[in-house]
């Protein structure tokens, strides 16, 4: 295993595009919650709403490099045939996918944890400092938002692995994991009945992980925000099981 | 030219538990209803280059995916070493492999490529410099190999199969699209690794490339192995005790030959192909009966023949005409 991850880590750090990536991923977020947080109003009594959620806004687009770069890590080696070089070298089919597991794990949480702390960073600078209101990673809630983010990134890096593992094609894995992301907000907005619209929230794997960045009117959310980034990491558990079972019978 | 078998061999491979590399028993595949492969078994031995020819289609890459652990089968066995491709714990340490030289990441550079590999075999760097030496690539190494020509990427495919010093190497057609320097550096290259004591597997579709370079041959069709010998045997099987004779009094040679007992064939306009009668009676028979004639030599088949004999029933798709343009 210590081998395999070697070979894998050695794999991510010599091209180019997973640093380009995650750098989006940084860019996007930072961008993202900057223009959210610049244009609320804010009155001297607050913002008017959840003010870290807002900040850490930016993973909406900020999470979608990250998938784009867990995609490729498997797809990328299937369209070359680079595959079965690297199962010839690991010919244990579990050690080696746990190894890319675990290699996209560490490349999502660095690059997570600089674009999340990038946008808390934003959104203090650019919200009106309301003195005991004002955005802090050491008020409890706060710092679970911040640290469920980085786990969310990281769930929807290893939801993308799985897919990707499973599916075998870049541009057709990026079509679905992108569309399971976001396609699920959209028809949930479409929908007029409450009781759908909330299971919907409820089951999609980004707006029930996002649950994780509310900190505020906690009881009103569809789920709780930790049983929420769990529905995501059921998600991430189900591809990645599939991906691997698939991975272990299939020929190369 | 070819040398016998039992003189390469070298002398710390005699016992017979340790003498095949490679044992493939009875591998049998289906997709869906094609057959891939349909029983097919042979060994690769150390000190030699074993040729593995045969049609496209026959199986010859679907074996290598197999042996590699790669490909699944629905029935038999293939072995490194005595062992399950799958169970070796430094793979390329065993077996170093080449099936698809475009198989790389177009944007990592040779040395990196070979890095990754290296590291997941627990092998240091230096190791990769050596390789790439070895194959000629010290100039290009730290080039992006998407940039690299087929030429080029056969040799780094070469490199990566010699990383781990594995007593094992085994080719899917090396030969493809390389220049002649190339295919000449290549042949060299089979020649020598085989001197070292190294079991060497090459597949090809044409003879003419591994012709002068294999000691051994598994042609293979279809699915299994029609034949698995040495190159001289293969040949003297082919050429009989054959006569070709060359004669402008082609009718009036086979009636006196045939008299004497001989099986006669014209194989050409002037030419006649004699079986059963030694070359010094045939040439006392038709000096007697006065029929001229102008050459009188062994037959000697070649391996292009024996190949096209061989597989003349398990081409999948043949042109009608090929036979014709192969002459």
Redesign the interface.
């Known amino acids: 295993m210590r081998l395999a991850l070697h070979a894998e880590w050695t794999k991510m750090r010599t091209v180019a595009s997973p640093l380009w990536l995650l750098l989006g991923t940084v860019a996007a977020t930072v961008a993202l919650s900057a223009v959210a947080t610049s244009v609320v109003n804010c009155t001297a009594r607050g913002c008017g709403g959840d003010t870290t959620k807002l900040s850490l806004m930016g993973v909406y687009l900020g999470q979608a490099p990250v998938a784009i770069l867990a995609v490729l890590v498997i797809s990328g080696e299937y369209s070359s045939g680079m595959i079965r070089t690297t199962l010839t070298a690991m010919p244990r089919r579990a050690t080696a996918f746990a190894a890319k597991a675990i290699t996209l794990t560490g490349v999502v949480a660095v690059g997570g944890t600089v674009a999340v702390l990038g946008a808390v960073l934003a959104g203090r600078l650019i919200l009106p400092d309301l003195g005991d209101q004002a955005l802090s990673l050491a008020d409890g809630p706060t710092l679970r938002a911040v640290f469920g983010t980085v786990l969310y990134l990281i769930l929807i890096g290893l939801l993308s692995l799985g897919i990707a593992t499973a599916v075998r094609d870049s541009a057709t894995s990026i079509g679905i994991v992108l569309g399971l992301l976001y396609i699920f907000p959209i028809i949930s907005g479409t929908i007029s009945d409450p009781d759908w619209q909330r299971l919907l929230q409820q089951i999609a794997p980004m707006s029930a992980g996002l649950a994780i960045q509310a900190t505020t009117d906690l009881h009103s959310l569809p789920l709780s925000p930790w049983a929420g980034l769990g529905v995501t990491a059921g998600w991430a558990t189900a591809a990645l099981l599939a991906g691997g079972l698939l991975l272990r019978v299939r020929d190369t | 030219m070819y040398k016998n078998q039992h003189e390469t061999t070298p002398n710390r491979k005699l016992t017979p538990m340790s003498a095949a590399e490679i044992v493939v028993a009875g591998l049998r595949k289906r997709y869906g209803a094609t057959r891939a492969l349909d029983g097919m078994s042979f060994t690769v031995r150390p000190g030699l280059v074993t040729g593995f020819l045969g049609p496209n289609g026959a199986g010859k890459s679907t074996t290598m ?1 197999v042996i ?5 089968v629905d029935a038999g066995t293939a072995l490194i070493e005595g062992k399950p ?2 169970s ?1 714990r430094h ?2 340490n065993h077996v170093g ?1 080449l ?2 030289a ?8 040779a040395r ?2 070979l ?3 290296a ?4 092998l240091a760097a230096r190791r990769v410099n050596q390789v790439i030496e070895q194959v000629g690539l010290t100039s290009a190494a730290r080039r992006k190999a998407g940039g690299y020509s087929l030429g080029m990427r056969q040799r780094l495919g070469i490199a ?1 199969a010699l990383l781990g010093d594995p007593p094992i190497i085994m080719l899917d057609e090396p030969f493809n699209g390389m220049d002649p320097d190339g295919i000449i550096w290549m042949r060299g290259f089979l020649r020598s690794l085989a001197a070292q004591g190294r079991a060497v597997l090459v597949s090809s579709h044409l003879m003419s490339e591994v012709q002068d370079t294999a000691d051994h041959l598994v042609v293979v069709g279809r699915g299994k192995a029609i034949a698995d010998a040495g190159v001289a045997d293969l040949i003297a099987a082919a050429s009989g005790n054959r006569v070709a004779l060359r004669t402008t009094a082609g009718t009036h040679a086979m009636r006196v030959l045939g008299h004497a007992g001989a099986a006669v064939a014209a194989t050409g306009r002037d030419t006649i192909t004699v079986s059963g009668l030694p070359a010094d009676r045939i040439v006392t028979l038709l000096n007697q009966s006065a029929v001229p004639f102008s050459e009188v030599s062994a037959h000697r088949a070649t391996l292009e023949d024996v190949y096209l004999e061989l597989t003349r029933d398990a081409v999948e798709f043949r042109a009608a005409t090929q036979s014709e343009v192969s002459r």
């Open positions: 995916r590699l652990g790669l490909d699944a491709y799958h070796l793979p390329l492999s099936l698809d475009a198989a790389l990441h177009p944007s990592r550079s990196d490529h890095l990754w590999l590291h997941s075999q627990g990566a």
